[in-house]
């Protein structure tokens, strides 16, 4: 039986394994450096106590047992493709066939160390809680939450929690009546953060941000962070006694020890089934992968999940010696349901196709139901629906 390594175990990296091994054709091991898939979106809800930290993570261990892959935890050191050799802090392994699906790095700036941010490493997440518990705890504060971009890579932005999360907190705050109490302010490097969502958003988000008395700081080049607020190229400062931001996504550093073809951005080059050129056995998924698409593309986890379902797809393909058909490029698109905490706005751009729907109170419950629900469908408790 052929041996195939899964490097990660994120979204891509898990739907790679659950559909290869639907198959029963294949020994499939999945690497991962953690022991649980952690569901980023739905940890905007544990800064603000919704969540737990357990309640937005799902064992390896369930799911492995009910669709009987192997898991290893191990941090991936280097890959040899030519040798088909996979390095592990702890050991070395073969393979027939190898998909990397193991996330990216995060640009580093000065001063990243006093920043805190919803999209790096799940235990930031309880970081961000406790400081905020602090803050209430003193009775107010000034908060500020903003994103970045990657002038080499398009598609390494992932400012949608950075939204959700400003309209979360301030929701949390009006509730405990502490909103007054406290100055929010949300920033981002480019004139128009948002804009990836389509010219409807624009307006939507503007209005948004007044309605919640939510400050604005935007198209001023960030030079540095500091202890108390965030420094910007024309010298002015944004104090701040939190700031969470989520940096551009970069190629993991991994990858510098391996023999792939690298985007300029660092990422592992791919063609539109997710093949990496020169290597007929090799795949690579969702963030560790370098995307080609229009201007608006945003690594997002429902794309990630449609890479590695096709990866999937294709190395069955190619082991019964034909060609690859399944690509990820006609299912790009922005598709998220974003939280305010009271409510939500359903996002969606695809083509030439773009809008931005508020849904007023029901739109929480919808995105609270999809958590339940992404979750159950990754231990097979229920079935997962057509693109959902």
């Avoid at 073969?94 to 193991?102: E, G, I, N, R």
């Avoid at 580093?108 to 309880?126: D, L």
């Avoid at 009775?139 to 903003?146: H, N, W, Y």
């Amino acid at each position: 039986m052929k041996k195939i390594l899964i490097l990660g175990g994120g979204f891509a990296g898990v739907q790679a394994a659950i559909e290869l091994q639907k198959s029963n054709n294949f020994e499939v091991t999945l690497v991962s450096d953690r022991d649980y898939l952690f569901v980023y979106p739905i940890s905007i809800w544990i800064p603000v106590r919704l969540k737990k930290f357990e309640d937005v993570t799902v064992p390896l261990e369930k799911i492995s047992r009910k669709y009987k892959f192997n898991v290893i935890i191990d941090k991936v050191t280097g890959i040899s493709a030519a040798e088909n050799k996979v390095m592990l802090e702890k050991q070395t392994l073969t393979y027939d066939y190898l998909v990397v699906a193991f996330g990216a790095d995060k640009l580093q700036m000065k001063g990243m160390n006093h920043t805190m941010s919803i999209c790096g490493k799940p235990e930031m997440s309880i970081k961000l809680r406790d400081r905020l518990d602090s803050l209430i705890a003193g009775g107010g504060g000034k908060i500020a939450i903003g994103f970045g971009g990657n002038p080499k890579d398009k598609s390494a932005v992932r400012g949608g929690p950075a939204f959700e999360l400003i309209f979360n907190i301030q929701h949390y705050l009006k509730k405990k009546k502490l909103a007054d109490k406290f100055e929010l302010t949300f920033f981002a490097p480019m004139d128009e953060p948002g804009a990836k969502m389509g010219p409807g958003a624009l307006g939507m988000l503007d209005k948004m941000f007044q309605r919640y008395n939510i400050k604005v700081r935007f198209g001023k080049k960030i030079t540095e962070f500091v202890e108390d607020g965030v420094m910007f190229e024309d010298g002015s400062k944004l104090d701040s006694d939190m700031i969470m931001y989520i940096s551009a996504g970069t190629g993991s550093a991994i990858l510098k020890n391996t023999d792939l073809p690298l985007s300029e951005a660092g990422f592992v080059v791919i063609n539109d089934y997710g093949q990496v050129p020169g290597f007929n056995n090799v795949f690579a998924a969702g963030d560790a992968a370098a995307y080609e698409g229009p201007e608006w593309i945003s690594k997002q986890g429902h794309i990630a999940e449609i890479m590695g379902r096709n990866v999937a797809d294709n190395i069955m393909a190619v082991d019964k010696g034909l060609f690859p058909n399944k690509g990820y490029q006609e299912h790009l698109s922005i598709l998220c349901v974003m939280d305010t905490g009271d409510g939500a706005a359903f996002v969606y751009r695809k083509g030439q196709k773009a809008f931005l729907i508020p849904l007023p109170f029901v739109g929480h419950w919808l995105k609270r139901g999809w958590g339940v629900y992404a979750k159950l469908t990754k231990v097979g408790r229920v079935p997962r629906l057509p693109n959902m």
